[in-house]
């Protein structure tokens, strides 16, 4: 009786969690699931727990995540990645010594450390050499995770040399890995870089995003290039990509707006 009662307060919480977050709710039941299974004395292997710690990751609990490789006696590559992707960008130091306690770290791993150095290029930039000198072959994953860590650090070249490194590695870029690499332009103002990428984005039949749009309108209203503000806010509108918050500011900023405003009046419609 007492299981049954766990078990239909476990299903409640997960439809209450499954209407605004299916990915918290498979983390509700993973912990219950171990929480009996222990009580049971079940064998548990390093593929269940590695599965538990990704719903947990998953479903916004990385706590939980932790608690449970916590309880490992012997990590393995599996459980050790799966703790390595539950850290967040103030836990980098955690996953890199966990990626150092592996003996032969795999691509995941690896995979899973550079999205934790997000906020740290230097870092990411070393990881990804160490990485190519273990005879392993960095995917578009491992690449823009770097290259969104170079836009954090404003290393754009080093963000744009990483972009071209995929062509010589055989892996062909897609709008997340061209996003990062605009994104890092924008924040370093070199607009008129982003504008060349989002141009070779085109001519290689990879459609832009809002992401991608709106990185190089904020790069030119930065630069206080209106007119190129303007002129990239209609092609994107042309494009049929719906704006977002990001690009509504950077096409009302100070100059842009002066600009719209005077294209207004020009048309016989005044000033309120």
Same mark, same amino acid.
């Given at each position: 009786?007492k299981?049954?009662?766990?078990?239909?307060?476990?299903?409640?919480r997960?439809?209450? *969690?499954?209407r605004t977050n299916?990915?918290?709710?498979?983390?509700?039941?993973w912990g219950w699931?171990?929480?009996r299974?222990?009580?049971?004395?079940?064998?548990?292997?390093?593929?269940h727990?590695?599965?538990a710690m990704?719903?947990?990751q998953?479903?916004?609990e990385?706590?939980?995540?932790?608690?449970?490789?916590a309880e #490992?006696?012997?990590?393995s590559?599996r459980?050790?990645?799966?703790? #390595?992707?539950?850290?967040?960008?103030r836990?980098w130091?955690?996953?890199?010594? *966990?990626?150092?306690?592996m003996e032969?770290?795999?691509l995941a791993?690896y995979?899973?450390c550079?999205k934790?150095?997000?906020a740290k290029p230097s870092?990411?930039l070393?990881?990804l050499?160490? *990485?190519r000198?273990?005879?392993?072959?960095p995917?578009?994953?491992?690449?823009?995770?770097?290259?969104s860590?170079c836009?954090?650090?404003r290393?754009w070249?080093?963000?744009?040399?990483?972009?071209?490194?995929?062509?010589?590695d055989?892996?062909?870029?897609?709008?997340?890995a061209?996003?990062?690499?605009?994104s890092?332009?924008?924040?370093a103002?070199?607009w008129?870089?982003g504008?060349?990428?989002?141009r070779?984005?085109a001519?290689r039949g990879?459609k832009?995003?809002?992401?991608?749009?709106?990185?190089v309108l904020?790069?030119?209203?930065?630069?206080?290039q209106?007119?190129?503000? *303007?002129h990239?806010?209609k092609?994107?509108?042309a494009?049929?990509?719906?704006?977002n918050r990001?690009?509504y500011?950077?096409a009302?900023?100070s100059?842009a707006w002066?600009?719209m405003?005077?294209?207004?009046e020009a048309?016989?419609?005044?000033r309120?």
């Amino acid at each position: 009786m007492k299981d049954a009662a766990e078990a239909q307060q476990v299903l409640a919480r997960q439809r209450q *969690l499954g209407r605004t977050n299916w990915r918290r709710a498979l983390a509700v039941r993973w912990g219950w699931v171990f929480a009996r299974a222990r009580a049971q004395q079940l064998q548990l292997s390093d593929l269940h727990y590695a599965a538990a710690m990704r719903a947990c990751q998953r479903g916004g609990e990385p706590t939980a995540a932790m608690r449970l490789f916590a309880e #490992i006696e012997e990590p393995s590559t599996r459980t050790l990645t799966a703790a #390595i992707a539950s850290c967040g960008p103030r836990d980098w130091e955690l996953a890199v010594a *966990l990626l150092g306690a592996m003996e032969f770290p795999d691509l995941a791993a690896y995979s899973a450390c550079l999205k934790v150095l997000k906020a740290k290029p230097s870092r990411a930039l070393r990881l990804l050499d160490t *990485l190519r000198r273990q005879q392993l072959s960095p995917d578009l994953v491992c690449y823009s995770a770097v290259i969104s860590a170079c836009g954090q650090g404003r290393f754009w070249l080093k963000a744009l040399a990483c972009l071209r490194h995929l062509d010589q590695d055989a892996v062909a870029p897609n709008v997340v890995a061209y996003s990062a690499a605009i994104s890092a332009c924008e924040k370093a103002l070199q607009w008129e870089q982003g504008l060349f990428l989002l141009r070779e984005m085109a001519e290689r039949g990879i459609k832009p995003n809002v992401v991608s749009h709106s990185a190089v309108l904020t790069a030119c209203d930065k630069a206080r290039q209106w007119q190129w503000t *303007l002129h990239h806010w209609k092609e994107m509108r042309a494009a049929g990509v719906a704006p977002n918050r990001v690009s509504y500011t950077a096409a009302i900023g100070s100059t842009a707006w002066d600009a719209m405003l005077e294209m207004l009046e020009a048309s016989g419609i005044r000033r309120v």
